[in-house]
């Protein structure tokens, strides 16, 4: 029998919560797709909900996967679908691999100067 890499304890419902999804939530997604979130696998997109600084209510959707850092702690990595992006925000190098519908991982900044 296959052991998971995270026990359910493990899982950051905190984090979860703060973008819409609660334990309840994640408890009720089919016996599969909860066994792939414990093997650090990617979840389906998923509807999340973010409230920002200024009580503003984001709607997105995303996937998600956990990984443990150097540390050993539990984290939540976010890969948002995104319809559409300005490609400027990204190298030349960046876009060509995002227009091969290539994953990349950057920094963004908000208007407000936040990343």
Do not use: W
């Not at 973008?19 to 939530?25: A, H, I, K």
């Not at 702690?73 to 948002?80: A, C, D, L, S």
Request: charged share 30%; no cysteine.
């Amino acid at each position: 029998m296959n052991q998971s890499k995270f026990t359910e304890e493990e899982i950051p419902y905190n984090i979860l919560n703060r973008f819409g999804l609660t334990r309840e939530m994640i408890e009720d997604l089919p016996e599969g797709l909860g066994q792939r979130l414990r093997d650090g696998r990617a979840t389906p997109v998923l509807p999340i909900k973010v409230i920002a600084d200024n009580g503003d209510i984001i709607l997105s959707a995303a996937r998600l996967t956990l990984h443990r850092n150097s540390e050993g702690e539990v984290k939540v990595m976010f890969y948002p679908k995104l319809e559409k992006v300005d490609l400027s925000r990204f190298t030349e190098v960046q876009q060509k691999s995002l227009t091969a519908g290539e994953t990349v991982i950057n920094d963004f900044s908000l208007p407000d100067g936040k990343k």
